[in-house]
């Protein structure tokens, strides 16, 4: 995938909403039929909608405080209304906003890399799991999100599309735009209706739609402290937003006037409230504009009116979203999210595409003799790239890079030579 030039003036698929709603048949769902629907009393009816709910439990994580995945009972009767009309399943999800402005100790740099990647490939592998057991399928339409919070997170109108428009190249590219698409606060607003969208046009149109937005979803006497306080899912919400903002605004021009660390910190609080008022106008945009998508999001939650699912699973917690970490891959294939200042000591940095794209585990597994690069597959496994061309030959590999080679294919279970002879 090359790397996208700021500089051309990119024609980018915007989505558009051509109805005041997400109706189940919109462009951005790719609503399928089968032959016939289901009848009402069709036992296969029932046992369809829970198979799906069951891959929707599988990728989810299980709500804070609840014993039982909530989600099976608030979308159920949406996921049933779908497969009885013979629909593709809709979902949304609110995310990929864009990279956080620490590039000291947080983040690789300012685009996707393989954090987005594996967030990527894991929405495609939900979607793809529901079709195999309902064919006309599901959908995620990612709201993108960044443009209601940049002039609060220190990210640039400049890095913001670059970021978004080299998501939508990823998913292309993947093939993957047969379940994933994306839509922007300005089509979602419907005061931006083309299929495509310049540089230029987006960047003009990010703080008219931050006010259009707060205009018309906004409530003038909206108490953040009260919303907090009162609903669970916005306090984790706000507890999540103020612990990134005061590692990320650390390193942003808002922190050169701050003289004190009181001060400091009381504006990372306020910036963080801000936040909570826009997330909270945001969605009442998306619950006016997507009222039948199942509701997923990339915060813990309750589960009363979302479902929370990590992008890149972690065993020991939620984990953190792709565009707040550097992810690392260990020698048994195993993927980590932490902050780059926790792996540089131990890791290697993998450049790909020209720019950072990851972190490796240090080993001397990784070293070969012959001239190869590695790709870490989601779901496991490695693909060993011959990247010499036609004079590397695999049965002529070194006896040090065929014993590398056995102890990674123990290791990572699964590993495949690519255009070696």
């Given at each position: 995938?090359?790397?996208l ?7 980018d ?19 399928a039929?089968?032959?016939e ?42 996921v049933?209304?779908?497969v ?10 609110p ?23 594996l ?48 998501l ?8 993957y735009d ?6 922007r ?10 299929s ?21 979803y906004g ?27 005061k ?11 701050m003289?004190?660390?009181k ?12 936040m ?27 589960g ?24 690392a ?17 131990t ?17 001397a ?31 002529l ?25």
């Amino acid at each position: 995938m090359p790397v996208l030039q700021v500089s051309q003036v990119l024609a980018d698929k915007a989505s558009p909403l051509k109805h005041d709603s997400c109706p189940p048949d919109h462009d951005s769902i790719k609503a399928a039929s089968l032959d016939e629907g289901f009848a009402a009393d069709d036992p296969k009816l029932d046992q369809t909608v829970a198979r799906i709910m069951d891959i929707l439990e599988t990728f989810s994580l299980q709500q804070q405080g609840n014993d039982v995945f909530l989600g099976r009972d608030v979308f159920s009767p949406r996921v049933r209304r779908h497969v009885t009309a013979g629909r593709t399943v809709p979902m949304v999800l609110p995310a990929f906003p864009a990279k956080s402005i620490n590039r000291v100790d947080k983040v690789l740099g300012t685009m996707p890399d393989l954090g987005e990647e594996l967030a990527l490939d894991r929405l495609s592998d939900l979607c793809s799991k529901i079709k195999k057991i309902y064919p006309p399928g599901a959908m995620v339409l990612i709201a993108t999100d960044g443009a209601c919070y940049n002039d609060l997170t220190g990210v640039t109108d400049k890095n913001l599309w670059e970021y978004g428009a080299t998501l939508r190249q990823m998913v292309n590219e993947k093939g993957y735009d047969k379940f994933i698409d994306f839509i922007r606060i300005m089509n979602l607003l419907g005061i931006y209706n083309h299929s495509t969208i310049t540089q230029e046009k987006f960047i003009s149109l990010i703080e008219p739609s931050r006010k259009e937005l707060m205009d018309r979803y906004g409530d003038p006497n909206f108490d953040p402290n009260a919303c907090i306080k009162n609903n669970p899912d916005y306090k984790m919400t706000y507890d999540g937003y103020a612990k990134f903002l005061k590692k990320d605004l650390a390193y942003g021009a808002i922190r050169d006037p701050m003289t004190s660390g009181k001060k400091y910190k009381a504006m990372v609080h306020e910036s963080a409230k801000a936040m909570i008022a826009r997330g909270v106008a945001f969605a009442k945009l998306i619950l006016e504009k997507c009222p039948e998508h199942v509701r997923l999001s990339i915060h813990p939650s309750t589960g009363q009116t979302k479902i929370s699912m990590p992008l890149i699973p972690q065993p020991d917690s939620f984990s953190m979203t792709p565009w707040h970490c550097a992810v690392a891959v260990d020698t048994q294939g195993n993927f980590k999210t932490a902050h780059v200042g926790v792996l540089n000591a131990t890791h290697d940095k993998v450049f790909k595409y020209g720019r950072p794209y990851h972190y490796r585990e240090r080993s001397a597994l990784w070293n070969w003799d012959a001239k190869v690069e590695f790709e870490h597959l989601y779901g496991g496994g490695l693909v060993i790239h011959n990247v010499r061309g036609d004079e590397q030959h695999k049965d002529l590999l070194s006896k040090s890079d065929k014993l590398k080679l056995a102890s990674l294919a123990i290791a990572q279970g699964k590993v495949e030579l690519r255009g070696f002879m």
